[in-house]
């Protein structure tokens, strides 16, 4: 089993920045790909970015591209997602995920096998 901890969520207002965290523990693997997504009320989840463990290749979703930055700290098996200029639109309850198997990025969520609780994250206009 593996246990994503997701932090750092909150209420900030438009142009402003967060920076999320996603702690793994349990049986972990060097080798992996990790992925932030999202989910706003009435919406579906959408994929935000994702990262490979080791290499760090990245992928992002078109709405993220420029203002969020995903990376790892491969010592703390910890994924983070630095996001700036926030939008009202980024309004979502943010979900961590990880991916075994293989370290191809994927944006399909049925593709991660383990994920977080979440954090909520609020842009105010």
């Known amino acids: 089993q593996v246990q994503l901890v997701e932090s750092g969520g909150g209420l900030v207002q438009t142009g402003g920045s967060l920076r999320l965290s996603c702690a793994a523990s349990?049986?972990?693997?060097?080798?992996?790909?990790m992925g932030w997504f999202r989910q706003a009320p009435g919406k579906e989840r959408e994929f935000v970015a994702a990262i490979t463990r080791p290499f760090s290749n990245t992928q992002y979703a078109d709405s993220a591209r420029g203002r969020f930055t995903i990376s790892m700290d491969n010592a703390k098996n910890t994924a983070y997602l630095q996001m700036s200029s926030l939008k009202p639109e980024d309004t979502a309850l943010y979900y961590c995920a990880v991916k075994y198997g293989s370290t191809l990025l994927n944006m399909a969520a049925v593709a991660y096998n383990y994920w977080g609780q979440g954090t909520q994250v609020t842009v105010s206009s």
């Open positions: 349990g049986r972990t693997s060097s080798s992996n790909v």
